[in-house]
């Protein structure tokens, strides 16, 4: 199974937060006397974001391959023809959007952007 870019520094980020966990519980354990004194709330705000948007963009790509599926779905039945014509209607839609956001310019995984496509990423 190969992994995506997104999920392998996600789990490379959380890994590295593990770890530094495991060392300050330790060197609070073996010396007591003088624990590291950093906040933990002063270490990880923007690595905790750009997980979080990695995060988002996994979601986002599970919810494009899902809705490609739709490119190529045909009902049966007596309301076959119209119900496939709304399936296609709404893949049409989704098409739109995605190539909307495909032609936004900045990075998607630069925490510090907040506006660009809001929008599209939501509609997405």
């Not at 919810?63 to 076959?80: A, M, R, S, Y």
């Amino acid at each position: 199974m190969k992994l995506s870019p997104p999920f392998l520094v996600s789990q490379v980020c959380g890994t590295f937060k593990s770890v530094y966990f495991d060392y300050k519980s330790r060197a609070s354990n073996e010396a007591p006397s003088n624990p590291w004194r950093v906040q933990n709330t002063a270490l990880f705000p923007r690595l905790d974001s750009f997980l979080e948007r990695c995060h988002d963009l996994l979601d986002m790509f599970k919810t494009i391959v899902q809705f490609q599926k739709l490119e190529k779905v045909e009902v049966g039945g007596n309301k076959g023809r119209t119900l496939s014509a709304s399936v296609y209607q709404t893949y049409s839609d989704f098409a739109s959007v995605l190539d909307k956001f495909k032609l936004e310019k900045y990075d998607v995984l630069d925490v510090e952007v907040r506006s660009g496509s809001t929008e599209s990423a939501q509609a997405c």
